[in-house]
């Protein structure tokens, strides 16, 4: 067994880390720079999260969806209660705050085909075809 004393070997302790300076500054440094580099990664990550909630908060704060109330049928099915007036949109810019409103709703074409039409505008620049 040694018959180190405490006093012994914290002497030893200090001279075995000044002995060589240079690997301590480097084990200094390499822990500084693992521990600043932890931080940074950590603090880059929560800010772009923050951003990110930020936007879609302001977006989920600034967008608003009416529907007509809803039942559900005996047989599972989803019918609309009511439904909702053609001037809707109309009423609903009356509101403070509002800066633009729309009516959607599904139509029923009964399997028809639909097709678009281009649309030609006259004053548009004329295009030469290529030669």
Do not use: C, Y
Not at 42 to 68: E, H, N, R, S, Y
């Amino acid at each position: 067994m040694s018959s180190l004393s405490a006093r012994d070997l914290l002497v030893e302790a200090s001279h075995g880390i000044g002995s060589r300076p240079g690997r301590l500054v480097l084990t200094i440094l390499g822990t500084v720079l693992g521990i600043a580099a932890v931080v940074v990664t950590l603090g880059m990550a929560q800010t772009g999260a923050g951003q990110i909630a930020k936007q879609f908060d302001a977006v989920a704060a600034t967008q608003a969806v009416a529907q007509p109330a809803t039942t559900q049928t005996m047989g599972g099915d989803t019918r609309a209660r009511t439904t909702l007036p053609w001037n809707s949109p109309d009423r609903v810019l009356r509101l403070n705050g509002i800066e633009a409103a729309a009516l959607l709703a599904d139509v029923d074409v009964a399997g028809a085909r639909i097709s678009a039409v281009p649309v030609v505008d006259p004053t548009a620049p004329q295009l030469a075809a290529p030669a």
